[in-house]
């Protein structure tokens, strides 16, 4: 039932589409496009952290690692066909450029990653404007997974919800260590 529906609204979804919408979606999933993002990312943290930054650079770096491999051990343990690669809908997936990408789908790394950085990083920037930009722009990325017929919806809400546990958990574990490395610097300086 559930996949019967999934099915149906993936097929909803990827039969939407438009050259325009083409180009914008392939480009919205190419990671390289999400790099100026990034970027702007870090040097926000650069300045609301300044002398924090290396360790908060430290736990992103574990948050992607984390966000990646388990999307991906859970692909390989699941062993869902993506939507283009499904018997089933042969023929009728709009694929752009021909891009599939590999046999499994569930769960979506783009998804798993995007609402990583997205959750991660709106808890340490905690700016109303960032957050609302930052959801709004892994949600397109998510999107644009099911539009490109690589993902079905089910795969990028199941990563989405991946990724936005591991960015809590690890905001949670960095807030931890902050704390306890305040603690041990004042023992260490007499107060």
Not at 105 to 130: D, E, K, P, Q, Y
Not at 175 to 186: H, M, S, V, Y
Request: glycine letters at 8%.
């Amino acid at each position: 039932m559930l996949e019967e529906l999934d099915q149906r609204l993936f097929l909803l979804i990827n039969s939407r589409n438009s050259g325009f919408w083409d180009f914008v979606m392939f480009s919205i999933s190419r990671i390289v496009v999400w790099i100026p993002l990034y970027l702007a990312i870090l040097i926000a943290l650069g300045r609301l952290y300044r002398k924090k930054l290396l360790v908060i650079l430290l736990f992103i770096i574990i948050a992607i690692t984390l966000s990646d491999q388990i999307s991906v051990f859970l692909k390989n343990s699941f062993e869902r066909p993506r939507p283009c690669h499904a018997v089933e809908l042969e023929g009728i997936v709009h694929l752009v450029k021909g891009h599939c990408g590999g046999k499994f789908g569930f769960v979506s790394s783009h998804a798993a990653n995007s609402f990583n950085i997205a959750l991660l990083s709106l808890l340490l920037i905690r700016r109303r404007w960032f957050s609302v930009t930052i959801i709004i722009w892994a949600a397109v990325v998510g999107y644009s997974r099911i539009y490109l017929g690589v993902h079905y919806p089910g795969d990028v809400l199941c990563g989405s919800l991946l990724g936005a546990l591991i960015g809590w958990g690890i905001y949670n574990l960095y807030k931890l260590t902050d704390r306890k490395l305040l603690e041990k610097r004042n023992e260490l300086s007499g107060s």
